[in-house]
């Protein structure tokens, strides 16, 4: 909506067509200027980077185990493929967006079936994002608090610095990191304001990746590296049906598409976004490729499903300490610069689910921080309260992820409403579907069955 707005009911009216046609979901800020609007634009590299960070999140921890479970070549291909099928299903949502004048993804789901199909996905949008913000709060507390794993407690960043003390307790430091660090960052409007955090947010993610790299280059040097599996080792039936657990994580680990409208709204050549997408996508996935290699060359069979709490040990280099702490720290800061990115999608579902017929959202000041700081409390309360639920984001998470990933953006072209869908997007978007049900349905029986088993 750009131009002179004459009178404040026709405002009202532009407004509320903006609502239905995004499904109730505004994603633009406009700024005043001399009684009318115009809408703030943001570059290229701010989508990328923002596109990049809500990609980059903890799903890079589990990389290094994916290695262990699926060999190097397999977990290689399976990342590539992954990062093929994504940039697909982005490419559907933003076609189907443009030919029904929607912007947002609710927006298309709504387009092509109704009510009912904008629901279904703010719901799963609404689950993934708590899940992710839930494991990121604790993994933070991890970071700078420790944490206890069958009886043996792994010491914190600031319990090894400073003791073990009330204030360097899980709880207090989480208090004081949501107080002073997420809820500042939750409060932005715009999500090209997060520009220059997610920049920093990706380049932490990078020196992850550079120190990995060079720890295992020395240790390579040394001798002290074992030689990694380029295939996996299947012993039995249940180390068959475990390499397909692989796939929920590396598909989490790419799911970005709930702020894909959110960007592509705020560029000021909405052309650009495909090369943003594919920019950040192969960004991604040389970091994943990377950190998945160097991390399981380091470790070897030690590998842990979080690669990170492998570092609390003596890596038998020079500084070992020092440059453990380093890595520790740096994905904690970066987990806590990707923390707005998705928070920015969650609340913008939540909005739009509860009050998809109120005024835009942006301009309602009190829901805006009525529901802001719900959702931040919530995700506070779980991550204290609920510790360890790594397993049950991996069932619950991997279903949401697989939803919103490929299984939505694949109906939408199947529905084709606008008949724009060729024929190749429909045998593409039947093997989305396929791949995803049969890939899920077998990682989540895996799950349930070694669950069962241990207990």
């Known amino acids: 909506m750009t131009g002179s707005v004459d009178g404040r009911e026709e405002e009202r009216r532009d407004c509320n067509q903006i609502l239905a046609d995004d499904g109730g979901i505004p994603l633009l800020l406009k700024s005043q200027d001399g009684g009318g609007e115009r809408v703030i634009k943001s570059s290229t590299a701010s989508a990328v980077f923002n596109l990049s960070t809500n990609i980059v999140g903890a799903g890079i921890m589990a990389l290094p185990a994916c290695a262990k479970v699926l060999g190097v070549i397999p977990t290689f291909a399976l990342i590539i493929f992954i990062a093929f099928l994504t940039d697909a299903a982005i490419e559907l949502l933003l076609r189907f967006s443009r030919a029904g004048n929607t912007r947002s993804y609710a927006g298309v789901m709504e387009d092509a079936f109704g009510t ?6 703010q719901v799963a949008v609404i689950v993934k994002a708590i899940g992710v913000l839930i494991i990121y709060v604790i993994i933070v507390g991890d970071v700078l608090s420790g944490t206890s794993s069958n009886g043996v407690h792994h010491q914190g960043i600031l319990e090894e610095r400073l003791g073990v003390h009330w204030w360097t307790g899980r709880f207090f430091v989480l208090l004081i990191t949501t107080l002073v660090v997420f809820l500042p960052l939750a409060c932005f409007r715009r999500i090209d304001s997060l520009k220059y955090t997610s920049a920093i947010s990706v380049a932490l993610a990078v020196v992850f990746v550079i120190i990995t790299v060079g720890i295992s280059i020395v240790k390579l040097m040394q001798g002290s590296v074992s030689i990694v599996r380029l295939f996996p080792e299947i012993k039995d039936l249940a180390s068959f049906w475990k390499l397909f657990t692989v796939v929920p994580v590396i598909v989490t680990a790419f799911i970005c598409h709930y702020n894909v409208h959110t960007v592509s709204n705020e560029l000021a050549n909405s052309s650009q976004m495909k090369r943003a997408v594919q920019t950040s996508l192969s960004l991604c996935s040389t970091i994943y490729i990377t950190t998945s ?88 309360v779980g ?47 039947a093997v989305m579907i396929i791949l995803a049900i049969c890939a899920n349905a077998v990682a989540l029986s895996s799950d349930l069955y070694s669950i069962f088993q241990k207990n």
């Open 293 to 380: 290699f160097f991390g399981f060359l380091l470790f070897g069979d030690d590998t842990l499903d979080d690669v990170l709490a492998n570092f609390d040990l003596d890596l038998n280099i020079p500084f070992s300490l020092v440059i453990n702490d380093i890595v520790r720290l740096s994905y904690a800061v970066h987990l806590m610069f990707v923390f707005p990115v998705v928070f920015f999608a969650l609340r913008l579902n939540v909005d739009g689910l509860i009050f998809s017929s109120a005024d835009p959202f942006l301009s309602n000041n009190r829901r805006f921080i009525l529901i802001t700081l719900i959702l931040v409390s919530l995700i506070f």
């Open 116 to 121: 009912s199909g904008r629901i279904v996905l």
């Open 383 to 429: 991550a204290n309260f609920i510790p360890n639920i790594w397993v049950a984001f991996q069932l619950t998470g991997a279903t949401a992820a697989a939803c919103v990933g490929f299984i939505f953006p694949a109906a939408i072209s199947l529905k084709d409403p606008h008949g724009i869908a060729t024929r190749r997007d429909k045998i593409l978007s």
